[in-house]
């Protein structure tokens, strides 16, 4: 069984502070990394991706993957209010399988 | 709106009759994944389908669901004799042919099963 494993939380950060969500996943052949956000009642949406060793950086969004470790990160600074939602993380596995399989969520609020 | 359409948005059904949610990629994109979500957990694979194929339905119940993706027309998912169990969110996605495409999803539809 292929899993991807993210803190539920809720995670709670002040205003203006970075947050830092985590993700650990099983397959170690797997390619690509993916962030979500979801808000209540509506659907995924991207906001990074990931594929190689290192850090992507996205305006106020960074993307880190270690595959030796099978550990992909994303911290928002400066974080908002509007960035109160849950962030999905997700793997694209190895082989010709094209499905992402996806984390159970991690619940970000962030306090004004 | 160029974007991944599903409808409808909400559908409710009575335990025994059918649901049928469809799914039009966005342009460009020639894969399609269904997913169902349930309240406050994580969306779970079901289907992922090519025109006239289906790639791989491991996630799929093995009784009452079906998919497809016809040559002309919209992507459907079909549950056939709902039971209140089948009530959630289910999400369709599509992405382009090349390998590590991200996948795009559209608002859902919400079944409620009565």
């Known amino acids: 069984q292929k899993e991807v494993e993210q803190n539920s939380g809720p995670l709670s950060v002040p205003e203006g502070a970075i947050a830092s969500l985590n993700c650990t996943y099983s397959?170690?052949?797997?390619?690509?990394f993916f962030w979500y956000r979801q808000y209540s009642g509506k659907s995924p949406e991207l906001i990074m991706f990931?594929?190689?060793?290192g850090d992507k950086e996205d305006g106020r969004f960074t993307a880190q993957l270690n595959k030796a470790s099978q550990y992909v990160s994303l911290l928002i600074r400066d974080s908002q209010p509007s960035d109160s939602a849950t962030y999905l993380c997700?793997?694209?596995?190895?082989?010709?399988?094209?499905?992402?399989?996806f984390g159970s969520g991690t619940q970000l609020t962030v306090l004004p | 709106n160029a974007g991944v359409m599903q409808n409808p948005r909400h559908l409710v059904r009575r335990r025994g009759q059918e649901a049928r949610l469809r799914c039009s990629p966005m342009?460009?994109?020639?894969?399609v994944y269904w997913y169902r979500q349930l309240p406050e957990e994580g969306l779970k694979f079901m289907v992922y389908?090519?025109?006239?194929?289906?790639?791989?339905e491991s996630g799929m119940p093995k009784e009452r669901f079906s998919a497809e993706f016809p040559k002309e027309g919209p992507s459907i998912l079909r549950i056939q004799q709902v039971v209140r169990g089948d009530s959630a969110a289910y999400f369709c996605?599509?992405?382009?042919?090349?390998?590590?495409?991200?996948?795009?999803f559209g608002n859902g539809t919400r079944l409620t099963v009565t």
């Open positions: 996605a599509s992405s382009r042919a090349n390998d590590n495409s991200p996948l795009h």
């Open positions: 397959d170690r052949g797997s390619q690509s």
């Open positions: 990931i594929y190689s060793n």
């Open positions: 997700a793997v694209k596995a190895s082989g010709s399988a094209r499905q992402l399989t």
């Open positions: 342009k460009g994109h020639s894969h």
């Open positions: 389908l090519q025109k006239e194929n289906i790639i791989d």
